[in-house]
């Protein structure tokens, strides 16, 4: 017996000293009569150090020595098995329990259970235990059979062996195991308040940190986030110390929320703990600092992490892709191959994702090569993220591309292309795709419910609207808060403003996106409403977002509405989102500007700390144009330079627009020098805008060079500036050979490029083309004329003398002739001599603005042209009687950066003598035509 006792105790010193090989060697089992609980002792050794194939290596050699084994041999090897998985084994094993007899013993039960339902034979493991005596059958047996059926994704067979376990009173001695076993089973089926009852209910003994992890994942991976929390807090509470486990899920909550204040307590307890530099935690915690927007915080969390795997490289990036850092984006992820760290789908998901948000196209494609050449084509993940980022940056034909490639799609794959062409208005393309996806077995849920609803209601088809709320009833998506408040959107932009307030009201708790598309569909009828839903929101609770306000702004424009438009801007002070918010400043500054505020407009733009903001500049800029302030504008811009802001496309459109109204070249061509220095001259919006602007300053050639260096033309607006710059400068020839290059592109004239040709065909007098191109606009491309169009054939007509067919083509319009039409008409009688016709021109034009002195003026003029003085006289009294002035001549010069106005009649001006003498000085040399310039007669062009 002391040899024995000698044996096992060198046994186990060696077994801790990891020697576990030499152990069968050290003690003579054969002399000692093959003690079964000796080898019982050795397989237990194995076993606990995980040492596996030992166990079985050592049971075969027990074997082999002609030893039985007892119920505890057996069970000890089935574990091992169990764990490896290893089915032959174990099924020797079960055959050897037969042999002996131990089948039915409760120890080897509980071990055969365990093994079957381990190695998914779930129905053996069953048959064993529905066999076995209630008497013998154990806790062991229970939990293996309840942890087996968690284990295949059968929560609900766990649960109803587990209340089997309770009705056969087995509870009082259900372990640990079993106990966290079923909290799983009820958290994976969303059982969450069964699962805080049979907590609650829990021996303290069994509480450990296992149990708490349970509970606070659980709740977290539900979306519960405050309920993380509170279990968090009172494990704390406990006495019971976190694990990595633990941090990485209550972080996970508190990223969610936002929780700044939380995550910082959490972080400590990390560092105290240890844990801060785990690649686990560490990565959770760059996640929660990237959600609360303290991107230094993570990246600090991210360098202090020594040794970094590709959970913590990706969640470095995923914090700078959500928070729209694209540059760093990008750094991080040349930083990561540099040191030879390959990027897995995971990285090229983060990347893509970005470059999907800011429309980088072409990074976008360098990371469709990489991923070609990596072979991670066909990943379904990073093809639904390839799908995107080209749906996003407007490549809808390559997404469309990508998509047709895919051997295998999911609901994101048809919800990226879906949602693509939606944003894209490519309605008919999204309904088609969206059938086809449920003719291929795919379920819409919410996000392709919300997007084909958008496009209903975009297109405005209320019927197509009504079928989809049909199908979101039957797939009980109606008060998802997604699809929901798609439909209170579409019903509303479809003028069903009631049907829109009853899905609202429908819906089972109030959202600030449901209720901010209630209040876009009151904003387009009812603005004392959207109003009242505003206060509605405030008082629920709810936050209003810049959207809220943004949507409200909108409506306010104009100068009837100006005040409200005031009390929203001091709303949304008081709600502390303007500060920081572009998009908030910029809606308050259209509002003001479109308002005629401008005064406000300036005093607001000066309040804005963020003075380097270019989108606030040219938001300033254009509103100055739009109010007829083109030189304020210009004044603007050079401010803008001297604070060092450098334009973007945006602004130089919009500077380019101002030089054009005030015929400012030399402004004009300085900015030019800047946007080819910028490199925008490669952008075909902003080298129209430099088209338009030469041709209006009358420097044609200049226009045309600019023309012609644009290598790509693809859109209508290119054609049109160069069109009508050689129509407005009487280039007709010029203008007609553009229009036909036009037509022989892949580019479509609009609306746009008919005015331009039209306005071309009128000042040369071709009448008989000018017919032709208007047919051909309306038959051939099915534009429907507007106005404009209706006023320019008037033009074409009358002014060549064709008289009786303007008047003709007049009364044959289906809309309402405006004033530009009646005003070209009377222009035409004018020069013709037409008086009948003049004078009912003129009553029109007079009945449509009273206080317009044009047609006075022109009818007068008429009258003492062909000897009517009388006539003439009369209407001269009838203009003082109604108090209708005549708006004064105005011209300007730019003398550097100056702009000098000179108006008719205007003698206060300062330097008035010195313009009136200069001015009789050129008046006399043109009567004499004396002025010559380079032999050139400027007598004509004055």
């Known amino acids: 017996m002391r040899v024995a006792v000698v044996g096992k105790w060198r046994l186990r010193q060696r077994g801790y000293c990891d020697w576990s090989i030499q152990c069968p060697k050290s003690y003579n089992y054969e002399s000692n009569g093959g003690i079964g609980k000796d080898w019982n002792s050795i397989l237990c050794m194995f076993s606990r150090q995980g040492l596996l194939e030992k166990v079985l290596h050592c049971y075969a050699s027990f074997i082999n020595s002609g030893h039985s084994p007892n119920q505890f041999t057996l069970a000890i090897t089935l574990s091992a098995c169990a764990k490896l998985h290893n ?62 059926y968690v284990q295949l994704g059968l929560p609900e067979e766990a649960l109803h062996i587990f209340d089997k376990m309770r009705n056969s009173a087995a509870l009082c001695y259900a372990d640990q195991v079993a106990l966290v076993t079923v909290l799983n089973a009820y958290m994976s089926l969303g059982k969450l308040h069964d699962a805080c009852l049979l907590f609650e209910q829990m021996p303290i003994s069994v509480c450990d940190v296992v149990a708490w992890n349970v509970m606070i994942s659980g709740h977290a991976k539900r979306a519960h986030y405050k309920e993380t929390l509170s279990f968090f807090h009172q494990m704390r509470k406990h006495g019971i110390k976190s694990s990595r486990s633990t941090l990485a899920s209550v972080l996970s909550a508190i990223a969610s929320l936002a929780a700044l204040d939380h995550g910082s ?57 959500q928070n729209g850092y694209l540059s760093n984006v990008m750094e991080l992820f040349l930083d990561m191959m540099t040191r030879g760290v390959d990027p897995d789908e995971f990285t090229y998901t983060s990347i893509l994702s970005s470059c999907a948000c800011f429309e980088c196209l072409e990074i976008g494609r360098q990371l469709h090569s990489a991923i070609i050449k990596k072979r ?57 795709m969206f059938q086809k996806m449920n003719l291929h077995g795919i379920v819409p849920d919410e996000v392709s419910l919300a997007s084909i ?49 009853k899905i609202y009201s429908s819906m089972p708790e109030r959202s600030v996106v449901s209720m901010n598309a209630l209040i876009a569909g009151y904003a387009l009828k009812d603005t004392k409403e959207a109003v009242n839903l505003l206060h509605e929101m405030q008082v629920l609770g709810l936050k209003p977002s810049e959207i809220t306000f943004a949507t409200l702004i909108d409506v306010c424009k104009g100068p009837p509405k100006a005040i409200l438009g005031m009390q929203i801007h001091s709303a949304i002070v008081k709600s502390g989102l303007l500060c920081g918010s572009e998009f908030l400043g910029t809606s308050l500054l259209g509002m003001y500007m479109d308002s005629q505020r401008i005064s406000d407009a300036n005093i607001l733009f000066s309040e804005f700390s963020c003075l380097k903001s270019i989108v606030l500049w040219t938001a300033l800029i254009s509103g100055h144009i739009q109010n007829e302030c083109s030189d304020v504008a210009l004044n603007l811009y050079h401010e803008m330079r001297d604070n060092n802001i450098l334009p973007d496309q945006a602004t130089f459109v919009t500077i380019l627009r101002a030089c054009a109204l005030l015929s400012s070249l030399q402004d004009g061509k300085e900015i030019h020098s800047l946007v080819f220095h910028t490199g925008f001259d490669l952008d075909e919006l902003t080298s129209s ?42 280039y007709a020839e010029s203008a007609m050979k553009v229009f036909y290059e036009l037509t022989q592109s892949c580019v479509t004239p609009d609306d746009v490029t008919f005015l331009g040709v039209l306005t071309a065909c ?53 809309v309402e002739p405006n004033a530009m039409i009646w005003a070209n008409l009377l222009g035409a009688c004018r020069i013709h001599g037409d008086e009948k016709r003049g004078q009912r021109a003129a009553k029109k034009l007079i009945e449509l603005e009273p206080q317009n002195s044009s047609p006075y003026v022109l009818l ?22 109604k108090d209708i002035q005549k708006m004064p001549g105005c011209s300007w010069i730019v003398v550097g950066q100056k702009i000098n106005l000179f108006l008719a009649g205007d003698i206060l001006h300062p330097s008035y003598d010195e313009i009136s003498q ?25």
């Not at 490549?395 to 609901?411: G, I, N, V, Y």
């Not at 320019?792 to 003709?808: I, K, P, S, T, Y």
């Not at 001015?919 to 004509?940: E, F, M, P, Y």
């Open 918 to 942: 200069a001015l009789k000085h050129l008046t006399a040399l043109i009567k004499d035509n004396r002025v010559q310039d380079g032999g050139i007669s400027l007598v004509g062009q004055v």
């Open 762 to 814: 009128s000042h040369a007098g071709w009448v008989y083309e000018g017919r032709q191109i208007f047919n051909v606009m309306v038959n051939r491309y099915g534009i429907e004329p507007r106005v404009d169009h209706y006023a320019c054939m008037v033009d074409l007509l009358g002014r060549w003398g064709f008289l009786r067919e303007a008047e003709e083509f007049i009364d044959k319009l289906e």
């Open 265 to 321: 307590l959490v972080h400590a307890e990390a560092i105290k703990l240890g844990f801060d530099s785990s690649m686990y935690v560490g990565s959770s915690l760059i996640n929660m600092y990237g959600k609360c927007e303290m991107l230094d915080a993570a990246r600090q969390v991210f360098d202090a992490i020594s040794q970094k795997n590709m959970v913590v490289w990706n969640a470095m990036l995923g914090v700078y892709s």
């Open 87 to 148: 089915a032959e084994f174990g099924k020797l094993l079960h055959s050897r329990a037969i042999k002996s007899a131990f089948e039915s013993f409760s120890f080897c039960q509980g071990a055969l259970i365990h093994y079957y339902a381990k190695c998914n034979s779930l129905s053996c493991a069953r048959t064993l235990f529905d066999s076995a005596p209630s008497p013998h059958v154990d806790t062991v047996s229970w939990t293996a059979l309840i942890s087996g």
């Open 376 to 432: 991670f084509t066909s990943n379904l993940c990073v093809n639904n993220a390839l799908i995107d980022m080209y749906a996003k940056a407007g490549a809808l034909k390559e997404a469309r591309k990508q998509f047709e490639h895919m051997t295998s799609r999911d609901s994101i794959s048809w919800n990226a292309i879906i949602v693509g062409y939606v944003q894209e208005e490519e309605e008919i393309d999204a309904f088609s």
């Open 453 to 501: 609803l958008s496009a209903c209601g975009n297109v405005k088809v209320l019927d197509a609207g009504m079928q989809f709320h049909c199908l979101s009833v039957k797939l009980g998506l109606e008060i998802n808060l997604f699809a929901g408040s798609s439909l209170i959107d579409m019903y509303s932009k479809c003028g069903v403003i009631e049907d829109a307030r």
């Open 860 to 881: 007068s003029n008429m009258y003492a042209a062909s000897g009517h003085w009388d006539e003439a006289r009369s209407l001269r009294r009838t203009m003082i009687e």
């Open 689 to 730: 805008a430099l088209v338009d602007m030469y041709a209006k300053c009358g420097d044609v050639k200049s226009a045309v060079q600019v023309f012609e260096e644009l290598a790509i033309k693809k859109e209508v607006i290119s054609w049109n500036s160069m069109i009508v710059g050689f129509a407005k400068n009487g």
